[in-house]
């Protein structure tokens, strides 16, 4: 019954755990129960060998048999039970430090599968933006040049005409001075003989076509 008591003890352990340190730690706990029952068989065999010899010695000194036997069964008795109390709270102390390990061996294993979670999450919409960001970059890109195709045939190709002989050549102009011109034009606030030319081309302009025509026109070379 002790046996069963202590076995259980340890199934309890297994139980209690997961993965590889918890199963590590159950064994052992299993191994130390096993060396514990045994201890309790040995100590039990030694102390009935013992009161068996104190029984004879008794008789030998002519004591009762009765009395004799009635106190070499008491102290096997005796020492079986402290024997199987120290075996199970071995057991116990065994089964309790496997069951925490394989606690700590969960949480650390949950913490890095969170972690690692964390990172492939965040891995994933770092590369998320950045396809976003490139898209936008193309549509911009397709767009500028799209919108640049009314105003080659005065600028020329790669910007590098004066419009109508009289404006200045854009070609290598960044696309910060481009917008700029570009919105003075359409508020009336910017440019000479071009004025009048350029408030109507822009009119229709959107803040996002400035912006796109603007980058367009700083990649002409």
Not at 136 to 153: F, I, R
Request: aromatic share 4%.
């Amino acid at each position: 019954m002790k046996k069963t008591f202590i076995y259980s003890l340890v199934l309890s352990a297994v139980l209690a755990g997961c993965g590889d340190s918890a199963k590590e730690a159950a064994s052992a706990a299993a191994d130390k129960a096993k060396e514990a029952t045994s201890s309790v068989v040995e100590s039990t065999k030694e102390a009935a060998k013992n009161a068996a010899e104190g029984a004879v010695q008794a008789v030998k000194e002519g004591k009762d048999v009765a009395t004799a036997a009635k106190d070499a069964v008491a102290e096997t008795a005796s020492k079986a039970v402290e024997a199987t109390k120290e075996a199970a709270s071995t057991a116990v102390d065994k089964a309790k430090e496997a069951t925490t390990n394989a606690v700590e061996a969960t949480k650390e294993a949950a913490s890095n599968v969170a972690e690692k979670a964390t990172d492939t999450a965040a891995g994933a919409a770092a590369a998320a933006t950045e396809t976003v960001e490139k898209a936008k970059e193309a549509v911009a890109g397709a767009n500028g040049e799209a919108l640049y195709k009314k105003c080659a045939a005065c600028h020329g190709a790669k910007g590098e005409k004066k419009a109508l002989g009289a404006s200045q050549v854009i070609g290598g102009w960044d696309a910060a001075k481009v917008e700029e011109a570009l919105n003075g034009y359409k508020a009336g606030t910017y440019g000479g003989n071009m004025k009048g030319v350029m408030k109507g081309q822009v009119a229709s302009m959107s803040e996002a076509d400035i912006k796109a025509v603007a980058e367009y026109i700083a990649t002409l070379k």
